[in-house]
């Protein structure tokens, strides 16, 4: 079992800068590929980015490429998500989640374990 808790949520201007962070709790975190997602009101769940337990190979999703980094530090046992040029679309809560089976899958269904999430408010 992992349990996860999201950090760094807040209040920003559009073209501001946020670094998020999840810190996994146990010893087995590097068994673990991490995803971030989204959620806006009456929305889905989006895709944010995702990162490999093994080589560090990441992936993203179309809206967030070039602005957004994922990274991994897996002696602290934590994901970051570096949120930079924030827009007003950025506006949602962020969960990080975490995936045994290392596929880097686009799709929340594929994740094992999730965070309670942290809210991100992008001002016009």
């Known amino acids: 079992q992992v349990q996860l808790v999201e950090s760094g949520g807040g209040l920003v201007q559009t073209g501001g800068s946020l670094r998020l962070s999840c810190a996994a709790s146990?010893?087995?975190?590097?068994?673990?590929?991490m995803g971030w997602f989204r959620q806006a009101p009456g929305k889905e769940r989006e895709f944010v980015a995702a990162?490999?337990?093994?080589?560090?190979?990441?992936t993203y999703g179309d809206s967030v490429k070039g602005r957004f980094t994922i990274s991994r530090h897996d002696a602290k046992n934590t994901v970051y998500l570096q949120m930079n040029s924030l827009k007003p679309e950025d506006t949602a809560v962020y969960y990080c989640?975490?995936?045994?089976?290392?596929?880097?899958?686009?799709?929340?269904?594929?994740?094992?374990?999730w965070g309670q999430g942290t809210q991100v408010t992008v001002s016009s």
């Open positions: 146990g010893r087995t975190f590097n068994r673990y590929a």
């Open positions: 990162i490999s337990r093994s080589d560090g190979s990441t």
């Open positions: 989640a975490a995936d045994l089976s290392n596929t880097l899958s686009s799709r929340p269904g594929a994740y094992d374990y």
